[in-house]
C-alpha cells in the first residue's frame, strides 16, 4: 500500500480517538504533578520539615513505585481483556483520583497530595501496557514507526501543556492550588468522553488466567522478556531513557530557582522547551526513518544526549542569579540562549533514541504476550526512574550541584550507549549504514515490499561498489547476512560494518577452497534459521559498469536450503567515490554532493526458476540504462 504521512492517522477512527484520550491522560499526569511540584518548592515550606529538594525527589518516588507493584498485573489484564473497554474503567478511576487531589489542593494536604500522586501512579502504569499494545493491533507495519512518533509526540506536547496549565493555575494567587485541583478534574471527565469512540481492540489472550501475586508475575514477566535478546536490551535502552529524562525533569524547578534565578513561570518555560523537542524529534523520526523501524536512529540519538548533556553542565557555569525573573527577565540574559538551545536539542535526540526502540519491542514481541513483554518494560523503567531519583538524592545531598548532576548523567550516557551498542551491534551497524546513505547519497526506493516480511529467502544483486552491502543493507528493513569477496570484507572501516553485520566473507576455490565451503555451509544454516541471505552472484565489482556473468554457486546453496530469490539492482552507483570507473581505481573520484542513486527489487523467483541466466536477465531488467 502507499505509505502516507503520520498525519492521515489523526483523521481515523482506529487511532484518533485512542491519540487525544492518552493525550489527555499524559496531560493530566502533569497539570497535577508540575501543580504539585511548583507548590512543594515555592508554597509549602510551612508544611513540612523536608526540605524541598526532598520532596520533589519523593514526589517522583511516589508516582513511580505504582509501576514497579502493578506493571505485572496490568500486562495481563490488557492480554485478557478487550482493550477499549479495559480503557473506559481507567479514565472512571482517573475521574475519582482527581477528586481525590482536589481535595488535597483546597486542604493544603501533603499527605492527600502524595496519595493522589500515588494513584495516578496506578493509573499510569493500569494504562501504560494497553497504550503501547493496542497499537500493532490497530496499525499496519509501515505505519508503525509514525503512529509511534506520533504518540510520543502527543505524550510529550501534552506534558508541555500540562506543565504550562498546571504551573500557571497553581501561581495564581491566592487560590491557585483549587484552580489545579478543579482543572484535573476537567481534563479526567473529557478524557472519559472521549475515549468512548475508541474502537474495540480484541483480547490475544482470553483465556489467560490472572496470577495477582504481583512478585511472582513480575518475575515471570521479565523472565520471558529476557528470552528475546534485542527486545530485552531495547527494553534496557528504554529503561535508560527514562533514568535519564527523570533526572532532567524532576530538577527543573530548583534548576530554574538556585542556578537561572528564575520564577515558576521560568520553571513551566524550560520543561516545555524541553518537551518541545522530544515532540520534534519524534516526528522527525517517520522521515528519517522511511516508514519503516529504523534502530540505526538510535546510536545517533544517544550520540546528541550526551554531547548536549556536557554542553548545559558548561552553559550553566558562572551565573549568579540575584533575585527571581520572570520570562522576560531570563530571556533579556543572553547566556540563558545556550540553555534553551541545549534544552531543544536534548529533547530532539531523546525522541530520535525512543521511538524506534517503541517501535522495535512492538514489532518483534509475540502478539499473545506483547501487553506483558510491554508491563516488564514498564517495571524496567519505574526500577531506573526510581533509582534516578534515589541516585540525584543522593548525590545532592553529598554536596554536588544540579548542573553537575546534568553532567554526570550525560556522561553515564555515554558509557551506557557503548555498553548496549556492544552488546547489539545491529544498533551501530543501522547507524553506520543509515549515516552513509543519507549523508552521502540520496536513495530512490522501489519494489522493497517484494521481499518477504519473514522467513529464509536470497537477495541477488549486481555488484557495482564497495559500499553496495551497506546500501542495500540501509535501505531493506529486515537484517541481511551478506556473502561477499574476503578482500572487500577487509577494507579497513568498512570491515567493522561487514562483521556487525555477521557477513559471510567468501574466496575463489583456488585462493582458499576451505573459505569458500565455509561460505556456503554458513548461507545454507542462516536460510534454514529463517535469515535473508545477500549474494552478489557476479563474483567480483564489475569494471566496465556492466554486468558480469552471473556464476552457479547460489544453486549449491539452495539445493541445501531452497528460499525464494528476490532479484535486485543498484542504479547510479557506476563513477561514484567507492565504485571503479573508466578513469582508475575506486575512491579517487568526488562526483558532487549526494548524487541520486537507486534500490530496485523484482519478483521473487522459487527455488527451482532461479537459474543464473534467468537471475542475470531479471537483475539487468530492473537495472536498465543507468549504472
Request: proline fraction near 5%; glycine fraction near 10%; include cysteine.
Amino acid at each position: 500500500m502507499a505509505e502516507h504521512s503520520q498525519f492521515q492517522l489523526l483523521r481515523e477512527r482506529r487511532f484518533a480517538p485512542f491519540f487525544w484520550t492518552q493525550f489527555l491522560g499524559a496531560g493530566n499526569d502533569n497539570v497535577y504533578k508540575n501543580a504539585l511540584v511548583i507548590f512543594v518548592a515555592f508554597q509549602a515550606a510551612g508544611l513540612s520539615a523536608l526540605s524541598s529538594n526532598d520532596l520533589v525527589n519523593i514526589a517522583a518516588a511516589v508516582f513511580i513505585a505504582p509501576f514497579m507493584i502493578f506493571s505485572a498485573t496490568a500486562g495481563q489484564l490488557a492480554d485478557k481483556y478487550e482493550k477499549s473497554r479495559l480503557i473506559r474503567f481507567i479514565k472512571l478511576f482517573e475521574i475519582a483520583v482527581m477528586i481525590v487531589g482536589a481535595i488535597g489542593f483546597y486542604r493544603r494536604d501533603l499527605p492527600l497530595l502524595f496519595l493522589a500522586l500515588g494513584l495516578m501512579g496506578v493509573h499510569s502504569t493500569i494504562f501504560g501496557p494497553v497504550k503501547y499494545a493496542i497499537l500493532p493491533q490497530t496499525l499496519r507495519s509501515d505505519e508503525l514507526i509514525g503512529g509511534n512518533g506520533l504518540i510520543e509526540m502527543g505524550t510529550f506536547v501534552a506534558i508541555l501543556l500540562g506543565e504550562i496549565v498546571g504551573g500557571v493555575v497553581i501561581a495564581i494567587k491566592p487560590d491557585g492550588p483549587l484552580y489545579a485541583g478543579g482543572t484535573a478534574i476537567a481534563i479526567a471527565i473529557a478524557g472519559y468522553i472521549v475515549c468512548r469512540g475508541i474502537p474495540k481492540a480484541a483480547s490475544v489472550a482470553p483465556d489467560l488466567r490472572i496470577n495477582w501475586n504481583p512478585f511472582t508475575e513480575t518475575w515471570r514477566n521479565l523472565r520471558f522478556a529476557h528470552g528475546n535478546r534485542v527486545v530485552w536490551l531495547s527494553m534496557l535502552g528504554i529503561s535508560w531513557f527514562w533514568f535519564y529524562g527523570a533526572t532532567y525533569l524532576t530538577q527543573f524547578a530548583n534548576f530554574t530557582r538556585d542556578v537561572l534565578g528564575g520564577d515558576e513561570h521560568v520553571a513551566t518555560m524550560m520543561l516545555a522547551i524541553f518537551s518541545v523537542g522530544i515532540g520534534v524529534g519524534s516526528l522527525l523520526c517517520e522521515r528519517l526513518s522511511g516508514h519503516k523501524v529504523e534502530v540505526g536512529l538510535v546510536p545517533f540519538g544517544s550520540i546528541g544526549l550526551s554531547v548536549f548533556a556536557v554542553d548545559l553542565y558548561f552553559a550553566s557555569r558562572g551565573l549568579a542569579p540575584n533575585s527571581l525573573s520572570g520570562i522576560d527577565g531570563f530571556l533579556r540574559v543572553g547566556a540563558h540562549w545556550r540553555i534553551v538551545a541545549d534544552l531543544v536539542l536534548l529533547g530532539m535526540f531523546g525522541g530520535f533514541y525512543i521511538v524506534p526502540l517503541y517501535a522495535l519491542i512492538q514489532e518483534r514481541s509475540d502478539p499473545a504476550f506483547r501487553s506483558r513483554i510491554i508491563a516488564a518494560n514498564n517495571i524496567l523503567n519505574a526500577l531506573f526512574m526510581v533509582a534516578s531519583a534515589g541516585i540525584a538524592l543522593g548525590l545532592l545531598k553529598a554536596g554536588c550541584t544540579i548542573p553537575q548532576l546534568f553532567l554526570a548523567t550525560g556522561l553515564m550516557n555515554a558509557i551506557v550507549a557503548i555498553y548496549i551498542f556492544s552488546l547489539v551491534p545491529e544498533f551501530l551497524m543501522r547507524f553506520l549504514a543509515w549515516l552513509l546513505v543519507h549523508t552521502i547519497y540520496r536513495v530512490h526506493k522501489e519494489g522493497l515490499d517484494r521481499i518477504p516480511p519473514t522467513g529464509g529467502c536470497v537477495i541477488v544483486c549486481n555488484h557495482v561498489s564497495y559500499v553496495d552491502a551497506i546500501v542495500i543493507a540501509a535501505c531493506v528493513r529486515r537484517p541481511i547476512r551478506f556473502v561477499m569477496d574476503h578482500r572487500i570484507f577487509r577494507i579497513p572501516v568498512l570491515n567493522f560494518i561487514f562483521r556487525n553485520m555477521h557477513a559471510i566473507p567468501i574466496a575463489p576455490a583456488k585462493e582458499d577452497p576451505a573459505m569458500k565451503e565455509r561460505a556456503f555451509e554458513e548461507a545454507a544454516k542462516a536460510l534454514n534459521a529463517g535469515e535473508i541471505v545477500g549474494i552478489f552472484p557476479e563474483g567480483r565489482l564489475t569494471d566496465t559498469g556492466e554486468l558480469n556473468a552471473f556464476r552457479p554457486g547460489l544453486q549449491r546453496i539452495l539445493e541445501q536450503s531452497p528460499a525464494p530469490v528476490v532479484p535486485m539492482a543498484l542504479r547510479g552507483l557506476w563513477g561514484s567515490f567507492f565504485s571503479r570507473s573508466h578513469e582508475g581505481n575506486a575512491m579517487r573520484r568526488w562526483r558532487g554532493l549526494f548524487p541520486g542513486i537507486a534500490l530496485v527489487a523484482g519478483t521473487p523467483f522459487s527455488p527451482e526458476l532461479a537459474t543464473p541466466e534467468a537471475l542475470q536477465k531479471s537483475v539487468l531488467g530492473l537495472r536498465g540504462d543507468w549504472r
